[in-house]
């Protein structure tokens, strides 16, 4: 993640609007990634996150809120 956040920095620093995409994934690992790099850019924001996709990948949860009761399986 670090990598990567230094090519956004580059990228950022010569343009007025910069966007990562993440490539879907089969396991929801796009949006993981995804919420931990925004987690990383807005540290003053709390980042929501639904609770399923926090109990699937628990590396999220130090950076990441849970939003709502219920969620559908990932899988």
Do not use: W
């Not at 956004?8 to 949006?31: E, G, L, M, Q, S």
């Not at 996709?53 to 949860?61: D, M, N, T």
């Amino acid at each position: 993640m670090d990598d990567l956040l230094g090519h956004i920095a580059k990228i950022a620093a010569r343009t007025k609007k910069t966007f990562a995409v993440f490539n879907n994934h089969k396991d929801a690992k796009a949006f993981s990634n995804a919420l931990q790099l925004k987690a990383r850019l807005t540290l003053t924001v709390a980042i929501r996150a639904p609770v399923a996709l926090r109990e699937r990948y628990p590396s999220i949860a130090a950076c990441t809120v849970p939003d709502g009761d219920e969620q559908l399986p990932l899988v």
